[in-house]
């Protein structure tokens, strides 16, 4: 089973700033991961797919890059909506397995 | 647009059972892979299960134990989770969500259904 295990837990930025979120997996997944923002009440929001794809109506202050085991969420300038958790997710094809990692908290500094 | 509802969630004692459902609008339903995702109290996200299109492919999270069991009808847009011998630690927001065209990330989510296991 492959982990993915998530850095910081908790991550403190000032708006406008830039933020480096990380995820790394026990194996490689390829460029099989996905980045999601969840806020408190909502549910997640994929934002990332395939590593560095970024989803629909997402804005370019978000940016992902790593393949294999390493990977990173940027937010290049972050604004207030911006603060939440962020999780990761690999896939595995066949039989089909979602994983995702722990979280990491973004917060206002 | 892409609507997913998820409903009958409640609390239930332990070893009971509970039937959620999941309405979905707003795109071809039955071309899509669907899963259910839930999420503890304070911590992270749980796959539980994926059912593709027809229903052909089923799978279920190793953790489950066989307990719960996921079904779609494509006639009525909507996918269904039993969930048998509850435990304490089943509590949780269950959400539905659809797979991408990837077939690999969970591209549209439910609100959520919360489910409490307690005596």
């Known amino acids: 089973e492959i982990v993915m295990t998530q850095s910081p837990a908790t991550l403190s930025v000032s708006p406008g700033e830039r933020a480096t979120l990380s995820c790394r997996a026990s194996q490689s997944v390829n460029n099989n991961l996905a980045w999601y923002q969840q806020k408190p009440g909502q549910a997640p929001r994929l934002l990332i797919s395939?590593?560095?794809t970024r989803a629909t109506g997402v804005p370019a202050r978000f940016s992902g890059s790593g393949s294999g085991t390493d990977f990173t969420l940027t937010i290049s300038s972050l604004q207030s909506e911006d603060f939440a958790v962020y999780y990761c997710?690999?896939?595995?094809?066949?039989?089909?397995?979602?994983?995702f990692g722990q979280g990491t908290k973004l917060e206002i500094k | 647009e892409v609507q997913l509802v998820e409903s009958g969630g409640g609390l239930v004692k332990p070893g009971g059972s509970l039937r959620l459902s999941c309405a979905a609008s707003g795109f071809t339903f039955s071309s899509y892979t669907m899963n259910w995702v839930r999420q503890a109290p304070g911590k992270g996200l749980e796959w539980v299960s994926s059912?593709?299109?027809?229903?052909?492919?089923?799978y279920y999270a190793d953790s489950l134990k066989g307990r719960f069991t996921m079904s779609r009808d494509n006639a009525r847009n909507s996918l269904y989770l039993q969930m048998n011998s509850l435990r304490g630690d089943d509590t949780a927001v269950y959400y539905c969500?659809?797979?991408?065209?990837?077939?690999?990330?969970?591209?549209?989510w439910g609100q959520g259904t919360l489910v409490t296991v307690s005596s």
């Open positions: 395939n590593a560095s």
């Open positions: 969500a659809a797979l991408g065209a990837f077939g690999a990330f969970f591209e549209s």
């Open positions: 059912i593709s299109g027809t229903s052909d492919y089923i």
């Open positions: 997710q690999q896939y595995r094809k066949w039989p089909p397995m979602y994983t």
